[in-house]
């Protein structure tokens, strides 16, 4: 596929996201319009025991530490963008954090378009080695919008009529919800 055809369904992706992206924030008010979460009692933990959350994010930590990943892919693009973005080189901190998502997700495409917009020289695309990139950063986004999709105020607000029912018992039992109505 041509470098322009992956332009184009990033950016109708992108479009698709930012619209799921909409849409899901007024499901949000709705769905919090209709149910709340019960209060559970948690039993006070002795001072001298940590919580399991403490525990997990220290394991993690040492996971993280042990592992030295390699370099992830786009990294040159990368550092050309954050000198012309981060906030100390007079850039925007929102498009700094922008690209620095981009690159944590390997999102190569979204950079490509970025360092466009902004003038930055890019070398000749070899469209036969990034191919595979441009088809990652377009799963990116597709996975993305497929999350914001599978979210309790989506499911609920796109439930047919015929099984709000069904779904609002689900919710209490299943999720442990009140129904406010």
């Given amino acids: 596929m041509s470098y322009k055809k ?15 992206e909409d849409r899901l924030q007024k499901y949000m008010v709705k769905f ?13 933990l002795p001072s001298n025991i940590e919580t399991p959350l403490e525990i997990e994010d220290e394991e993690i930590e040492e996971e993280v530490d042990k592992e030295k990943s390699p370099p992830k892919k786009g990294r040159e693009l990368y550092k050309k963008l954050s000198k012309k973005l981060h906030p100390d080189k007079g850039g925007n901190e929102d498009d700094f954090m922008s690209i620095s998502e981009m690159y944590n997700e390997e999102n190569i495409l979204g950079m490509y378009i970025k360092a466009e917009e902004l003038g930055i020289e890019l ?3 070899n469209l036969a080695n ?3 990139t ?3 950063s377009c799963i990116v986004l597709e996975e993305k919008t497929n ?9 609920w607000a796109t439930c047919p009529p015929e099984g709000k029912e069904n779904m609002k018992k689900m919710f209490i039992e299943k999720y442990k919800l009140e129904y406010r109505k």
Avoid: H, Q, S
């Avoid at 992956?6 to 799921?20: G, I, P, S």
């Avoid at 919090?32 to 006070?44: L, S, T």
């Avoid at 999350?147 to 499911?155: G, N």
């Fill in 32 to 44: 919090n319009n209709d149910f709340v979460f019960k209060k559970i009692e948690i039993p006070n």
């Fill in 130 to 132: 990034i191919e595979n």
């Fill in 147 to 155: 999350l914001k999709k599978k979210t309790l105020a989506w499911l």
């Fill in 6 to 20: 992956w332009v184009y369904k990033y950016r109708y992706l992108e479009a698709e996201c930012e619209e799921v």
């Fill in 123 to 125: 070398e000749d695309i």
């Fill in 134 to 136: 441009f088809d990652g």
